[in-house]
């Protein structure tokens, strides 16, 4: 026999109402259980001793069931789900007549109790102990460790644009140095000052095979330089958005400069041959072989017709320098080479038509040929020839100084839209200056001459 005392406090409105109970719940047994009985007789038991179910069975035997007026409304309800008993069995669960017949209606209006005393109370808070550990709290009140981050590879932003542009000033070779106002004795000494440390720079020695290899332009060590500022791009937080615009940059200026070196040297053993007088309108050997590479223009051409993004102003300008290291070939090349030399590139840049040379080398050029074609290259290129000069030798001077005013006035645009932390961009500029300079000088010479 087990003997249960409770306090049992319910809070209803204002009103509170204690009860005290002293009653005696006797679980007994009325003989031997065996099989099912017993599994039953065991959970009965175990209910019984529910402290929900003693309370609620205590409320009813003293007549404090309306102790809500929610608990009133559901009390239909509540009887309803009494006609449904648990099951007989042969054990007396408590004294209580109303509590051995209807057990699963004290259970419900148990739980009604429990509801309704909740509904009338706020829920509950969450535990706090009243004496927190310090070394927990310390912990929380400290700011988290500092971690130091993990240094990463050092890259300059733009590194692989700067060894693209470093190689075009080695191929440029004299023209870059002129432009930086380097002495005209000492542009050779420069230019291979810049190829050497490009060499350097680039694969971290100094290889004889590969200066004189890049300065060749060959196709072999431009795609091994090619692949190594192609590596630098992809870790480079600034070139790594444009590596492949970056790859086609740097071909297509090796193209253009390989075209243009071999015009070059092609019209240095011309100017070698030159040593006396000549038949006017007659080629030598030499000047028929350099026929053929001093007319090839396509990579040129090429370079111009190029949408490389934002390095297109870059590629034009490239072609633009191209043209310019021509007009200085041509330079003293006699006038049938001289017109073979420009004419493609002019076509192209100021939209003048070639002027009809024979198709044979050996055939005389028609007299006025070349005095025609670049003075009308020259009005194209927005700086015609003055009416004021009169002599064939005054119009020539303005007009190749026209022409080559005109290349500085197409390469002052495409400067204007480089970045400025390029070195391209500062030798354009200062090519556009010098040039400007001298056919300003080159026209008031002659004008002056022609006044007094």
Not at 30 to 40: D, N, V
Not at 63 to 89: P, V
Not at 156 to 169: K, N, P, Q, S, Y
Not at 306 to 335: H, V, Y
Request: proline share 6%.
């Amino acid at each position: 026999m087990n003997e249960v005392i409770l306090d049992f406090h319910v809070r209803l409105g204002t009103a509170r109402i204690r009860l005290r109970i002293g009653d005696r719940l006797r679980v007994g047994r009325s003989g031997p259980s065996r099989g099912p009985a017993r599994g039953i007789a065991r959970e009965e038991e175990q209910r019984a001793q529910d402290p929900l179910v003693m309370i609620a069975g205590v409320v009813m035997r003293h007549g404090r069931s309306r102790l809500h007026d929610g608990c009133h409304t559901n009390r239909s309800a509540m009887q309803d789900m009494s006609a449904h008993r648990i099951g007989s069995n042969r054990h007396d669960l408590c004294s209580d007549a109303a509590m051995t017949k209807h057990t699963s209606f004290v259970f419900a209006c148990g739980l009604g109790v429990a509801a309704c005393t909740s509904a009338s109370t706020k829920p509950a808070t969450p535990p706090v102990s009243a004496a927190p550990d310090a070394q927990a709290s310390a912990a929380a009140t400290l700011p988290p460790p500092i971690v130091p981050p993990v240094p990463s590879p050092t890259v300059t932003g733009g590194e692989a644009h700067r060894l693209v542009i470093a190689t075009v000033a080695c191929w440029l070779g004299g023209v870059w140095s002129d432009a930086q106002g380097i002495d005209e004795a000492t542009r050779a000494t420069d230019a291979e000052r810049r190829c050497h440390q490009l060499v350097q720079n680039v694969y971290g020695s100094d290889d004889q095979t590969r200066y004189e290899r890049l300065r060749a332009v060959e196709p072999v060590e431009v795609l091994e330089l090619k692949n190594k500022i192609l590596a630098t791009a992809r870790v480079d937080s600034v070139d790594r958005a444009r590596e492949q615009q970056l790859g086609w940059l740097l071909d297509a200026a090796a193209d253009a400069e390989r075209e243009t070196m071999l015009g070059r040297r092609a019209g240095d053993r011309v100017k070698k041959d030159i040593e006396g007088a000549r038949e006017s309108g007659h080629l030598t050997t030499d000047e028929v072989a350099a026929v053929a590479p001093l007319s090839d223009a396509r990579a040129l051409e090429a370079v111009l017709g190029f949408d490389l993004g934002e390095l297109t102003p870059e590629a034009r300008s490239i072609a633009i320098l191209c043209a310019m290291d021509r007009m200085e070939t041509a330079r003293g090349l006699t006038k049938h080479l001289k017109i073979y030399t420009l004419a493609r590139p002019f076509a192209v840049l100021f939209g003048t038509p070639a002027p009809a040379v024979p198709t044979d080398a050996h055939q005389p050029l028609v007299p006025g040929t070349w005095l025609a074609f670049i003075t009308a290259v020259a009005g194209a290129a927005g700086h015609p020839v003055s009416p004021a000069a009169k002599s064939p030798a005054d119009r020539e001077l303005l007009a190749w100084g026209g022409t080559l005013d005109g290349l500085a006035d197409k390469l002052r645009l495409e400067a204007r839209q480089m970045s400025d932390g390029t070195e391209l961009k500062r030798v354009a500029d200062a090519i556009v200056r010098r040039l400007d300079a001298e056919y300003r000088a080159s026209e008031a010479a002659v004008l002056l001459s022609k006044k007094g």
